[in-house]
């Protein structure tokens, strides 16, 4: 018998629907409006979702987005796009206006999903700046759109006898990229299932688990959700992160596992209340999206003990490293600035520019294959061509191994800032201060913070004549990129230094933020 079929994996819907009707009686979700449901609510709340898309029109491969904030029924959504064999692409909550409409130009939306009371005012600005086909469905009664629960609770929940297959495309979720507009990354049922069986082999799960997410679970907090339920557990979802929100929910429910990024790691061992809470159920928290101090780092491990756990990852594939809660040793200092090793499932090499492994201890490209890799970027076939250069996923950081076999990032290849979690790219900030009138030239570096891990800084060249505001430009970026990306801190200058070919020497620029390090 040949049938290529037997030997594709799981696909990401199929563990979808293996967690929920594992439980079918427990408890599996609760979100900050009280809404909350078994598994098997939850099932049949994703197949009468399902049915509502079905019955207006939307076929297998059409591209759905959705906007929303964490809550029951943005999950429920996506895996009813996914049951459906549609295109899901999140719109980052943090975005502007302008990405997001390329977005949905690009990725050829033809429904998108908006979460209000949330988001009422950028659907309607969404709505109006796209395409008159797109049809807009809301989580709550809205004049924007239709009351997508609301026509969820009146449809069959209908089971589909035709899922989705393993190489169909499951989401296209959009990054930023130097091109100056966001790129889509593919991924497909079956990298996605990849991602969630790496979590579930690798990842230090508590027995009985009861997850926070308190951090968009469109994006890297909501791939804890699968392994969570495949493991019988309980996902609490807060609209937002709130130190004090997550304490009583921690004392409260006696939550054991959280995802935060540094940042929020160091407001909640900020807080006043921290020290004095009661902390004791949790097991795992899980940090990731940008890089930590090594001093907060071991702060966090004083005050919450050996439940520190990394993920290195990016959005074209999650799983890079890990840095198990073991390995995070005190009388290792050095050791707390390592982003691990990688997990079961991806086989990585530090590449140099010849494609050739370099020597221990030596600088490379982090490149790594895996099931769990994308396929590529939507309509980009240069860039998916250059990224997957040789099959490796080429990352464009630069990192070193040790003798232990932990690895050291040491710079991005290209030029990419993680601040507070996000993702923010140089050129794309750069093309915003330079279309003002007061500025001449503009260079985007990220300088180290204790806060946000990096923050951003631009440095301006003010055109003769014109007058170019701090506020004035941190403003002009929050509008057309959104707040992540704006600046942190803004310093004019009379020259950007130049490289021999007449670039801006980025190099020479940072030391003067870094100094020799």
Known sequence: MNDASLYQG?????????????????????????LGFTYAQLEQRIWQIARVLRDAGLKPGDGVAQLAANRVDTFATMAAVLGNGMRYTPLHPMGSLEDQLFILEDAEISALVVDVPYFAERGAELKAGAADSLQVYTLGPSEIGSDLPALAEQADPEVLAHLPGYDDIAWVTYTGGTTGKPKGVIMTQGSMAAKSLISMAEWQWPKEIRYLASSPISHAAGFLLIPTFLNGGKVYLTAGFDPDQVLDL???????????????????????????????SIESIIYASAPMSPTRLKEALELFGPVMMQCYGQTECIHLTMMRKEEHRLDKPERLASCGKPPAGVHMALLDEEGSEVTLGEIGEVCIRSQAVMRGYWKRPEQTQETLAGGWLHTGDLAYQDEEGFYFLVDRAKDMIISGGFNVYPKEVEDVLTAHPGVANAAVIGVPDEKWGEKVVAVVVPRAGEAADQDELVQLVKNRKG???????????????????????????????????
């Open 10 to 34: 799981s696909t990401y819907f199929d563990l979808i629907l293996q967690g929920l009707r594992r439980w079918p009686e427990r408890e599996a979700i609760v979100d900050a409006t009280g």
């Open 250 to 280: 921690v004392e409260k429910e006696r939550v054991n596992t959280l995802f935060l990024v540094p940042t929020m790691i160091y407001v909640l061992m900020d807080h006043p209340r921290t020290r004095e809470a009661d902390l004791s």
């Open 483 to 517: 707040a992540m990306q704006a600046p942190k801190q803004v310093d004019f200058v009379d020259a950007l230094p130049q490289t021999a070919l007449g670039k801006t020497d980025k190099k020479a620029l940072r030391k003067q933020y870094w100094g020799d390090s």
